[in-house]
C-alpha cells in the first residue's frame, strides 16, 4: 500500500516551460487536491476533485490545470510556468468528507523556475 | 468564509518547557472538522489529530494534548515536556461539511525547542 505517491520530488523549470506534477493514490480515495506551499502562507488549495470527471478551483487556481479521468490520478499541470510557481506541492487525498478519515498527503514535489 | 488563523508564527522554548499552539477558525458550518499536522524539518506532513464539531471533550495522546472550545472557536494544541524532536510546523486546518475536498489551512507556527 504506497498511499499518495507524487512524482517528481524536485524539478526546475525555465519561465514560459509547461510540466505536469504526478500524483496517484491506491486507497480508492474519492476525494483529491493539490495545495502549494510558501513560507510564512501555511498550504493554500489550488484545485480539488471529489471523484473521477469532477473538479473545481480552489483558493489559488490561476496557471494551473487539473483532470481526474480516474479514481487514481489527480495530475497538476503547468501550462507556462512562472516564478511566482515557484513552491512546494503537495497533493493529498481523503475517502470523503462525510466519512472524514483526515486526510493522506504525499511526500511533496519541490518546483523551482527561473 | 472559512478561515483558520494561528497567530503564533515563531515560538521558542527550551526542552522540558511546556508550550501551547493557538488555533482559532472561522466557519458557518454545523458540522466540521479540524486538524491538526506535523511537518518536520524533513517535510512531510504527519497528521496529528482530527476533531469533529460536534466532540468538545479535551484529548491527550501521550505529551500531547488539545483542547476545543466552539464557544471561542479554538482548537489550541498543548505539547508537554517538550523535547527537540518536537522542533516543527505546526499546522491547524478546517474541513467544514459544504466544503468538500477542502482543507483550509492556517498560515502554521514554527516551533524551535532548544536543548
Known amino acids: ?114 | 468564509a472559512q478561515k483558520v488563523t494561528q497567530a503564533q508564527t515563531e515560538i521558542s522554548v527550551v526542552e522540558k518547557e511546556d508550550v501551547t499552539l493557538d488555533c482559532v477558525y472561522e466557519t458557518r458550518d454545523t458540522t466540521y472538522y479540524l486538524f491538526w499536522y506535523k511537518q518536520p524539518p524533513s517535510g512531510e506532513l504527519v497528521f496529528l489529530i482530527r476533531r469533529n464539531s460536534f466532540d468538545e471533550q479535551n484529548e491527550i495522546s501521550g505529551r500531547y494534548s488539545w483542547n476545543f472550545q466552539k464557544s471561542t472557536s479554538s482548537f489550541n494544541f498543548t505539547i508537554t515536556a517538550s523535547q527537540v524532536v518536537d522542533s516543527a510546523v505546526y499546522f491547524c486546518a478546517l474541513n467544514g461539511s459544504g466544503n468538500t475536498g477542502k482543507l483550509i489551512f492556517g498560515q502554521g507556527t514554527t516551533l524551535q525547542v532548544k536543548p
Not at chain 1, 498511499?3 to 510540466?19: A, D, E, N, R
Not at chain 1, 490545470?65 to 512562472?82: G, H, I, K
Not at chain 1, 513552491?87 to 483526515?102: E, Q, R
Open chain 1, 1 to 114: 500500500n504506497a498511499g499518495v505517491t507524487q512524482t517528481p520530488k524536485f524539478q526546475v523549470l525555465k519561465t514560459g516551460q509547461s510540466m505536469t506534477l504526478q500524483c496517484a493514490q491506491d486507497m480508492n480515495h474519492e476525494y483529491m487536491s493539490w495545495y502549494r506551499q510558501d513560507p510564512g502562507m501555511g498550504l493554500r488549495l489550488i484545485h480539488y476533485s471529489v471523484g473521477a470527471g469532477i473538479t473545481d478551483q480552489g483558493e489559488v487556481p490561476n496557471g494551473y490545470n487539473v483532470s481526474r479521468s480516474t479514481t487514481e490520478d489527480f495530475p497538476l499541470r503547468l501550462l507556462s510556468a512562472a516564478p511566482s510557481q515557484t513552491s512546494v506541492y503537495f497533493c493529498a487525498s481523503s475517502l470523503g468528507t462525510l466519512k472524514n478519515y483526515g486526510y493522506t498527503f504525499g511526500s511533496g514535489t519541490r518546483l523551482t523556475v527561473v
